[in-house]
């Protein structure tokens, strides 16, 4: 028997039902769900229901041996260890990315910061990093006022590479959804775009 499979979809606008990123991951995981009507899904919106800041009480808590952790200590952790288990478990992940001054929400930082965990997620060799999240396929939709792709200023796309990359995630396509706040033509445009994207996404396993 085949084992269903788990999609993670991580919303991450603050625009809540006006976002274009949670509704270009939702297409995303529609079509994902079109190939694969059993699998599983598990959404997590940031932008309702976000996770902590990692701030100075949370590395303290990271840092203090689990035994000795205060109760406060532990419930902090137990926060991050739910995104961590839903990384874990999850075969793909679909990530909506919305530009907010030319960056990541801060939503979706706390939600790497959350997952990005040494001698868990990743860990260093005597030969440098390993990412320890593996076997995972990611489809991250952006989505902007202005136009960035391919140029310096998509720092976001570069960093996600980086980051999700580090910690074992390698496998990763980028739909973006660019021009929303350029005029009724460009919007259009973008729309088209997105669905020629997402037609064309690699979502074999
Ligand atoms: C606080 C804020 C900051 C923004 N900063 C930028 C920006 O730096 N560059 C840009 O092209 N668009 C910017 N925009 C427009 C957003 O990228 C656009 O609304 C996009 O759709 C955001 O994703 P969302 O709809 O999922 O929230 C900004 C929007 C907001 C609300």
Do not use: C
Request: glycine share 8%; aromatic share 6%.
């Amino acid at each position: 028997m085949e084992i269903a499979l788990n999609i993670l979809q991580i919303n991450s606008s603050v625009q809540l039902e006006k976002s274009h990123s949670s509704r270009i991951a939702n297409l995303v995981t529609a079509r994902l769900l079109a190939l694969h009507p059993d699998a599983r899904v598990r959404l997590r919106d940031l932008g309702r229901d976000p996770l902590p800041v990692l701030d100075a009480f949370a590395v303290s808590a990271l840092f203090t041996p689990a035994e000795q952790r205060t109760p406060e200590q532990v419930a902090r952790i137990a926060h991050y260890d739910v995104a961590i288990d839903e990384i874990q478990a999850a075969d793909t992940v679909v990530l909506g990315v919305p530009m907010y001054n030319l960056g990541i929400s801060v939503q979706l930082k706390s939600w790497i910061d959350a997952i990005s965990r040494a001698g868990v997620t990743f860990r260093y060799t005597a030969t440098g990093p390993v990412g320890l999240v593996k076997g995972k396929k990611v489809y991250a939709a952006l989505s902007r006022g202005g136009i960035y792709r391919d140029t310096a200023l998509d720092t976001q796309a570069a960093y996600l590479k980086v980051v999700l990359g580090f910690l074992g995630m390698s496998d990763v396509q980028f739909i973006y959804g660019e021009g929303f706040a350029m005029g009724e033509e460009a919007a259009q445009r973008a729309e088209t775009g997105i669905k020629a994207q997402i037609d064309a996404l690699d979502v074999g396993l």
